[in-house]
């Protein structure tokens, strides 16, 4: 009798444990993402607004926004496509000037408002994995890998922060969509899509994943990017012409990381790849990572069921896939989003992030060590040997995806939404 009471004992007290390490757990890992974020943002001199892609293509749209001027932001927008990461950091560079400090401190508030929103996505996504009884482990190493993935340091220090935001969301868009939540899908997809131009790939899967509620989605994501746009032809079209084309107009360098690294040619003191891929080689990217979206549609009504949330988080890191291996110049931050993307969906799929975390290190090493040799082709087979297992991993989640069971069903996420009243 005593041993039976002993084992209700233990059976009624292991749920309030669980509770309190659960309790626990969440303001640890948010303590960690924001002092990982401030350490990162922190991170760089005065050489990141006196020197570099920020001070050129970014700081004078900033300082002429923050100063009221709209006219000169509107003529001075980076000619990378990406005046709408600047509209979206300004709230936070603003409050730099707030506290009476200068370029410097309102980059490094800018910089930490787009990485929070990324830990935040981790969170967000640690957080799910927790009520799906995903291992403590796994939980910890993607937020990990959202706050603090090497590609996230070059990227503030080249003066990029926009990347990380706009990989945090088109996966949130994606996320929302699953849950239900089109209007709000909808404006994070319009804030990715003049985030910066390669937002347009998320389009496809967020309008995938809830086909429904295709009209909701897109009222709030078309005001916002109709907004942008007719904001930009008013004041200044020669810019808004000029920031559209300009990302394929600009001196590029070839590097091995990339699908056309052969036939890249010396030209002066630097390789550079052919013009033709230089002019279209982004355009082929999103053309297809459109037509697998198409495809992945076609399926579904053949089948008459809509996608999963796995195919079309699938179907959102193939495209940023696409875009990394047919980038005729490419970075290390610009693997970012595919990392991010690629975990949101091995989260779904194989409830696990540890392709993503192997890849996150074969790349940093390719980017960082092997970059350095003097021969690039084992940095250049080693990029193929992560990046096209990786897609067919993709393409083979797409295509076996079924009728309606993926986890945002059976997702705590969606089952309180569709409990809501």
Request: glycine share 8%.
């Amino acid at each position: 009798m005593i041993r039976r009471e002993a084992a209700v004992l233990v059976t009624r007290r292991a749920p309030a444990g669980r509770l309190r390490t659960a309790s626990l757990e969440v303001p640890t890992l948010a303590l960690c993402v924001a002092v990982i974020a401030a350490s990162t943002a922190w991170s760089g001199d005065a050489a990141q607004v006196a020197g570099g892609d920020y001070s050129r293509e970014y700081e004078p749209a900033m300082s002429a926004l923050l100063n009221g001027h709209l006219g000169a932001f509107f003529a001075t927008l980076p000619i990378d496509g990406a005046g709408g990461s600047v509209l979206l950091r300004a709230p936070f560079a603003g409050l730099g000037r707030l506290l009476g400090g200068d370029q410097l401190l309102s980059f490094r508030l800018g910089a930490l408002a787009c990485l929070l929103a990324l830990g935040a996505l981790g969170l967000w996504l640690a957080g799910d994995m927790r009520r799906r009884g995903i291992p403590l482990a796994r939980r910890a190493g993607l937020v990990a890998l959202f706050a603090a993935a090497p590609a996230l340091l070059e990227a503030v220090s080249l003066g990029h922060p926009e990347e990380p935001l706009g990989a945090a969301l088109c996966v949130a868009a994606v996320l929302l969509a699953a849950c239900d939540r089109p209007l709000l899908a909808g404006a994070l997809l319009g804030a990715a899509v003049i985030n910066k131009p390669w937002g347009v790939l998320a389009v496809g899967p967020v309008l995938l994943c809830a086909p429904s509620r295709a009209r909701r989605i897109l009222a709030p994501a078309s005001a916002i990017v109709g907004a942008w746009l007719l904001s930009c032809a008013l004041v200044a079209p020669a810019r808004l012409l000029s920031s559209i084309h300009g990302a394929g107009s600009g001196a590029f360098v070839a590097h091995p990381q990339d699908l056309w690294w052969p036939l890249a040619h010396m030209q002066g003191l630097y390789p550079v790849p052919p013009a033709i891929l230089t002019a279209h080689a982004r355009e082929l990217a999103v053309a297809l990572a459109l037509a697998a979206a198409v495809a992945l549609a076609a399926r579904a009504l053949r089948s008459r069921t809509p996608p999963t949330t796995q195919a079309c988080l699938a179907l959102l890191a193939f495209g940023f896939a696409l875009r990394c291996l047919l980038e005729p110049s490419a970075h290390g931050y610009y693997q970012l989003p595919l990392l991010v993307a690629l975990a949101a969906w091995e989260v779904r799929a194989r409830r696990s992030v540890a392709v993503s975390l192997a890849a996150t290190f074969l790349l940093t090493l390719d980017f960082g060590r092997l970059n350095e040799a003097a021969t690039a082709l084992p940095s250049y087979l080693l990029y193929l040997s992560v990046l096209l297992p990786i897609c067919a991993l993709l393409i083979a989640s797409m295509l076996g995806a079924g009728p309606r069971r993926a986890a945002s069903a059976s997702s705590p996420l969606t089952r309180a939404r569709a409990a809501g009243p």
